[in-house]
């Protein structure tokens, strides 16, 4: 008996050392899956570096990560001098990460201005770091890979070659087990470029397109208290941001085309207000809503983002209002 309890017990420890081998593997040798930085070179001429400063300040709103910004203010406009210099966001309550964006200014110590094109293009769309560390998530770099083409990849990153050199290391995210280890599985190769963006002529592409690359989603779906997305309620919102200063927190509306919920009820012009004014139907100060940013988009751009919001099927989600104290 004592030789077979010995036999099953080998047996069930040698399963579970195998199985931390299989884990060990996969989430610490195997990820992030990576693969060489491309040979990549970005344009240097106006028209493309004008498209990249659309696309980096008004759609999909890259400096408002990546910069040092005044969240007391709605909007959240960057601090005079800090464009692209990083971001510490702080900590997230109830939640094991304390989230930094990089520098992101030409600076050659502690932004980009020593990486390559093509470093800076795998980070953009594949979620590896120049030293090959994965990036956490919260950087969009799995809706970039389905949206951003080669073409403007590079015009994103003509840009930011312009950018002043800002000195300035926020640091590196930090995530603690074992939710480091799951992440490490998010990063991927790219394996097919997305194509082109629409045409502004076709509206409600045009409008898909933007509402993705602007990564509605990413505050506006609801999540659970562990902030993981909910099923079935995309753009629904709910989710909840703290204010700097122990001023409250703002909520993300529920921007789905349910009447009583959402914007249903919103008229154009409602709509329009929040992205150029951050004022929501009732008046008030949109806080968190980086609408500083993209009040910049073309007249005809935000007419194909309301499009596209006007299909975005109806969820009833009633939202609590924000609150945050003013001073």
């Known amino acids: 008996m004592k030789k077979i309890l010995k036999r099953v017990l080998a047996?069930?420890?040698a399963a579970i050392l195998?199985?931390?081998?299989?884990?060990?593997?996969?989430?610490?040798?195997l990820s992030p899956k990576s693969r060489p930085a491309p040979v990549m070179s970005a344009p240097t001429n106006a028209e493309a570096i004008e498209r990249g400063r659309y696309l980096v300040h008004h759609v999909a709103a890259c400096v408002g990560c990546h910069s040092q910004i005044d969240d007391k203010v709605p909007g959240e406009p960057v601090v005079e001098g800090k464009l692209g210099a990083g971001r510490d966001f702080g900590e997230i309550p109830s939640y094991p990460v304390h989230i930094r964006a990089g520098n992101i200014s030409s600076d050659s110590e502690t932004g980009i201005g020593g990486w390559t094109d093509g470093e800076v293009a795998r980070a953009i769309r594949e979620g590896?770091?120049?030293d090959g560390r994965g990036l956490f998530p919260q950087m969009p770099y799995t809706t970039y890979r389905e949206t951003l083409s080669d073409g403007e990849v590079l015009d994103i990153i003509a840009y930011l070659r312009t950018l002043k050199p800002v000195k300035n290391d926020p640091g590196k995210t930090?995530?603690?087990?074992p939710i480091s280890m799951f992440l490490r599985a998010v990063p991927k190769p790219l394996e097919v470029a997305a194509p082109p963006a629409p045409s502004p002529s076709d509206k409600l592409a045009r409008g898909r397109w933007l509402l993705k690359t602007a990564s509605c989603?990413?505050?506006h779906d609801s999540v659970n208290e562990k902030m993981q997305k909910i099923e079935g309620k995309a753009l629904a919102g709910g989710m909840?941001?703290?204010i700097a200063g122990d001023r409250g927190y703002a909520i993300a509306t529920n921007i789905t085309s349910d009447r009583a919920t959402g914007v249903g009820a919103y008229s154009d012009e409602d709509l329009r207000r929040a992205l150029e004014e951050g004022k929501g139907k009732d008046g008030r100060d949109l806080y968190v809503m980086p609408w500083s940013y993209y009040k910049g988009m073309t007249?005809?751009?935000?007419?194909?983002l309301i499009a596209a919001l006007r299909e975005v099927a109806p969820i009833a989600n009633v939202v609590p209002p924000s609150a945050v104290k003013v001073k």
Not at 18 to 29: E, G, N, Q, R, S
Not at 174 to 177: D, K
Not at 299 to 304: F, L, M, S, V
């Open 11 to 13: 047996g069930v420890g």
């Open 18 to 29: 195998l199985f931390i081998t299989a884990i060990i593997v996969k989430f610490y040798v």
């Open 299 to 304: 007249k005809e751009d935000k007419d194909a």
């Open 174 to 177: 930090s995530v603690n087990f």
């Open 217 to 219: 989603n990413d505050c």
């Open 240 to 242: 909840k941001f703290p």
């Open 128 to 130: 590896v770091s120049k």
